[in-house]
């Protein structure tokens, strides 16, 4: 883990015997396992917060890449001579109100016989009244 060898470790345990004795060793191996364990995380912990920040900055590199190219493109419709895309007067301006007038109709109703009434006939050619 650390380029230890199988010697390294030996010596490491012989040492550890001699200081804390075979009765504190067994809680102190348990220590040192938590320890071991809280500092990969730790780690791991870290490690995932970088990479995580390196995604943000690697997506607001490609935004402005993106906010560039549009400006660019802005520019480019602006150089020519017949197009003015004057932006910001039509987002002010408000749309005009277009009067209206209604429309004036005569409207004649015919009036209908009823029945009391009888009805306007003209006499053919060959009827007489």
Do not use: Y
Not at 51 to 71: T, V
Not at 74 to 100: S, V, Y
């Amino acid at each position: 883990m650390f380029g230890l060898g199988f010697m390294e470790i030996v010596l490491i345990l012989i040492v550890a015997i001699l200081f804390l004795g075979p009765d504190k060793l067994p809680k102190a191996m348990v220590e040192i396992a938590k320890f071991i364990k809280s500092f990969k995380k730790g780690v791991h912990d870290a490690k995932s917060v970088i990479d995580e920040e390196l995604k943000i900055a690697d997506l607001k590199e490609e935004m402005m890449s993106s906010q560039r190219a549009l400006e660019s493109a802005t520019d480019d419709l602006r150089g020519f001579k017949n197009i003015d895309l004057g932006l910001n007067e039509i987002l002010e301006e408000k749309p005009k109100a277009i009067p209206i007038e209604p429309k004036r109709e005569n409207i004649t109703f015919e009036k209908k016989p009823t029945i009391l009434e009888e009805p306007k006939t003209t006499p053919t050619l060959g009827e007489s009244k």
